[in-house]
């Protein structure tokens, strides 16, 4: 856990996007600027008027919410399955599957562009899925 911190520093929120000039020169690994977050959500808004009831869902107190899951929840160790497959299993459990994560990979994998090309899983795959607060 020290190592972890040692090597990377995050920054919840900043407000003042002048200050993000300052942190390309310090140790700053991740941040939010938070007046960017809003204005990014009202151009999609903007720009089509139904996107508004998502972010409202997505960013609601209670309701859904994105969150991880592994794969064990929707398929069998080396089953091979299409992201639609897998996306089909998730709506039975009233979840929607936006992207993935392989075992043996870092970044995540959002709205994969090959959805109908069957894969062999792994139970240590995960998943990034809109689900509802447990």
Do not use: H
């Amino acid at each position: 856990m020290q190592q972890a911190s040692d090597k990377s520093v995050i920054i919840s929120e900043i407000l003042d996007p002048r200050t993000k000039n300052l942190l390309s020169m310090s140790k700053i690994s991740d941040y939010v600027l938070s007046n960017e977050l809003i204005s990014m959500a009202l151009a999609m808004v903007a720009e089509d008027r139904q996107i508004n009831d998502v972010l409202e869902e997505l960013f609601a107190e209670e309701g859904n919410e994105m969150q991880i899951r592994g794969a064990n929840l929707y398929l069998c160790e080396g089953e091979e399955l299409s992201f639609y497959e897998v996306l089909l299993r998730a709506r039975q459990r009233r979840e929607i599957v936006i992207g993935y994560r392989l075992a043996n990979t870092e970044k995540a994998v959002i709205n994969p562009p090959a959805k109908t090309e069957r894969r062999k899983w792994s139970v240590k795959d995960v998943f990034v899925v809109i689900a509802d607060k447990e």
